[in-house]
Nanobody, 126 residues
Framework: QVQLVESGGELVQAGDSLRLSCAAS????????LAWFRQDPGKEREFVAV???????YYADSVKGRFTISRDNAKNTVSLQMDTLKPEDTAVYYC????????????????????WGQGTQVTVSS
């Protein structure tokens, strides 16, 4: 059974840094694209960042230059380093996995991803 478990979310102040982690289990994820999304209550889940199995990355404009996604294929983990946090970064952050990254389509849509974690809350106070 595939499982994604996020950790690291907490309450921080604006300007602080935070590192989220996601542990994947149930199969080998080295060929999967792994992504982070976030969701505020009452809003749609939005794309944050994605990393391919080979390490190529892509970011939402809102986090580019502040967030860094990375992965450790040996440990089946993906991380999100978040620097210079802003109150608007407050959300539940979700880890997601795409088992067929070579297929055509937009990597920023939730429908592309086959597996999801339960989410971890990040709150940035002003």
């Amino acid at each position: 059974q595939v499982q994604l478990v996020e950790s690291g979310g907490e309450l921080v102040q604006a300007g602080d840094s935070l590192r989220l982690s996601c542990a994947a289990s149930g199969r080998t994820f080295s060929n999967y694209a792994l992504a982070w999304f976030r969701q505020d209550p009452g809003k749609e889940r939005e794309f944050v960042a994605v990393i391919s199995g080979s390490g190529s990355t892509y970011y939402a404009d809102s986090v580019k230059g502040r967030f860094t996604i990375s992965r450790d294929n040996a440990k089946n983990t993906v991380s999100l380093q978040m620097d210079t946090l802003k109150p608007e970064d407050t959300a539940v952050y979700y880890c997601a996995a795409d088992r067929a990254p070579a297929r055509r389509g937009v990597v920023t849509t939730t429908s592309r991803y086959d597996y999801w974690g339960q989410g971890t809350q990040v709150t940035v106070s002003s």
